[in-house]
């Protein structure tokens, strides 16, 4: 796992699951679909995605399918990095 996954698995597991949870998730998890993270935390993560990259994400590409995993967002914010 690179910087970039590990950044967003931390802010997911921080902002988003309850520390009962014993869930364990990883870059692969369904974060969406599995309802992790609903269309409210969606935005708070895209925000926290463009403070700490630098980027700006346009919305056609934060889509659900974009940010199902930890993985797909890595990609994402690497595409926009350049």
Do not use: C, H, W
Request: hydrophobic share 40%.
């Amino acid at each position: 796992m690179n910087e970039i996954e590990q950044t967003i698995l931390d802010y997911v597991i921080e902002e988003y699951l309850e520390e009962e949870d014993e869930e364990e998730i990883g870059v692969d998890s369904p974060l969406i679909s599995s309802g992790i993270v609903d269309s409210f935390s969606m935005v708070s993560l895209k925000t926290f995605l463009e403070r700490k990259f630098k980027i700006s994400i346009p919305d056609d590409k934060a889509t659900p399918e974009d940010f199902d995993t930890v993985t797909s967002i890595a990609v994402r914010v690497r595409e926009i990095m350049g």
